[in-house]
């Protein structure tokens, strides 16, 4: 099927957006004459009857699949865009899960990865050039990208803007670390509060953020048993890291609360951690990286990192000082002995704040998990 682009349209209004056969059908159902809607990877081929007097007027298909006689009809009023033929989905209707990303992981065959879905792509992503040099790949990502980013702020919309938390971190800190059982703890307290817990998406700190969210509502010996199988395979690095993530989600196999982890295929060498109930994967860091700090309107907490983690501290101060998203939201350095000593970034930040070279900014040093979440139910209520 050859697709045409059609005439352009001043847009007046915003468009509702149609991600589910069982919505288009609803929809198909009810109206004639369809105006303003966006339908993202959606099959109309099963809907022939319903579409024979049915009339499309400024509105976009994306990777739908359609008959041949409606692309005609829709070539006037409508935006048509093709599907690129890609290893992975340039018009993803929702965010990922570890069922998609992994879906043929075996439990005890760590070698399986390599048939998944994550290391497929990855291995894509290797091969077509991490920055990309030809026009149709670089094009897929975008549109890929655009989509993961539509999806995860369709799905944000559940959540006030002052209950979004993200933790950062070192992607080394070890499971066995008493680092990452604070971190979990820490985690899971705040989603049982009511918190949604971002992070990267990926091991160590952000993993630990993830597994603390997965076991809200669940007893701390349960979270406890966990950790210690999960440390059986300390860093990512170890050929058991992802298996012992699942040998622990067949154990503990539901949870009630929600997490989203952030990645990107740029650091495809360390897999997602399928704890992350929603994962936003990317391929551009930059959008990734920008983005987490963005949503986290709720408050970060910094927990020990080196150059990743400094970077987003001085990204996400930036961000306060100009109220780029209308609000300064806290910003926890976590551990004060590292963040003063160690790595002194929290005297300069300060310093900084003090002399009004940055403003707005919201600092606090904290030493344990009680400390935090006074912190960020202080700037919660406030709100």
């Known amino acids: 099927m050859q697709i045409i682009f059609s005439n352009y349209i001043t847009a007046s209004m915003q468009y509702t957006e149609i991600e589910s056969q069982k919505k288009l059908q609803t929809l198909l159902e009810k109206e004639l004459h369809i105006s303003k809607y966006a339908f993202q990877n959606l099959d109309f081929t099963s809907f022939t009857s319903a579409l024979s007097d049915t009339t499309f007027t400024d509105c976009i298909f994306l990777g739908c699949s359609l008959p041949d006689y409606l692309v005609c009809n829709l070539y006037t009023n409508n935006y048509l865009f093709p599907k690129l033929d890609m290893p992975y989905n340039t018009y993803v209707n929702g965010l990922y899960t570890k069922e998609i990303l992994y879906d043929n992981y075996i439990l005890n065959q760590p070698e399986s990865y390599k048939k998944t879905k994550d290391a497929i792509i990855y291995s894509h992503f290797l091969k077509t050039g991490k920055e990309g040099n030809d026009i149709k790949e670089t094009l897929g990502r975008r549109l890929h990208d655009h989509s993961i980013s539509d999806a995860l702020y369709g799905f944000l919309e559940n959540y006030p803007e002052d209950k979004k938390v993200a933790i950062m971190g070192g992607h080394g800190l070890s499971r066995a670390d008493e680092g990452f059982t604070t971190v979990a703890q820490l985690s899971k307290k705040l989603t049982e509060k009511g918190y949604l817990m971002l992070s990267g998406g990926g091991p160590g700190a952000m993993e630990a953020t993830h597994v603390g969210a997965w076991f809200a509502g669940k007893t701390d010996a349960e979270l406890e048993d966990a950790i210690a199988i999960l440390a059986t395979a300390p860093s990512y690095k170890d050929r058991m890291w992802l298996d012992k993530s699942f040998e622990v989600l067949k154990k503990y196999p539901t949870s009630n609360y929600e997490s989203i982890g952030i990645p990107t295929w740029l650091y495809g060498h360390e897999p997602p951690t399928p704890f992350a109930t929603r994962i936003a994967k990317y391929f551009a860091n930059s959008i990734r990286e920008d983005g987490l700090l963005a949503i986290a309107k709720g408050g970060i907490v910094f927990t020990p990192g080196s150059a990743g983690t400094i970077q987003e501290i001085f990204q996400d101060a930036t961000q306060n000082h100009y109220l780029s998203f209308e609000v300064s939201s806290p910003m926890i ?31 606090s040093l904290c030493d344990t998990n009680e400390e935090v979440i006074e912190q960020l139910d202080a700037f919660s209520i406030s709100k």
Request: charged content about 30%; aromatic content about 16%.
């Open 333 to 363: 350095f976590m551990d004060s002995e590292y963040w003063t000593k160690e790595r002194p970034v929290y005297p300069l930040i300060e310093k900084l704040n003090n002399e009004e070279k940055y403003s707005n900014l919201l600092l």
